[in-house]
């Protein structure tokens, strides 16, 4: 897998975007907690990277869902 798909600004940018084209459907928090889901069972399911990736991974999904959720507060 591409690391810059993993960086933690992407995936601020990812969240936003996933945001905005569910706004009709879902909640902020709803649309945050459904792609949070979706990166990390992508990331677990990885095989290929080793354990250390996925934990920078994780923390960088973790970092991204934070910065977006504390916005708009």
Known sequence: MNEQLFTTDR???NF???IRQNETYMTKTQALNAYYKVVSGSILAD???KNADLITRMR???EAYQKVAQEGR
Do not use: N, P, S
């Open 60 to 62: 960088h999904l973790e």
């Open 11 to 13: 995936l601020v940018v």
């Open 16 to 18: 936003k975007e996933y």
């Open 47 to 49: 095989r290929i990277a």
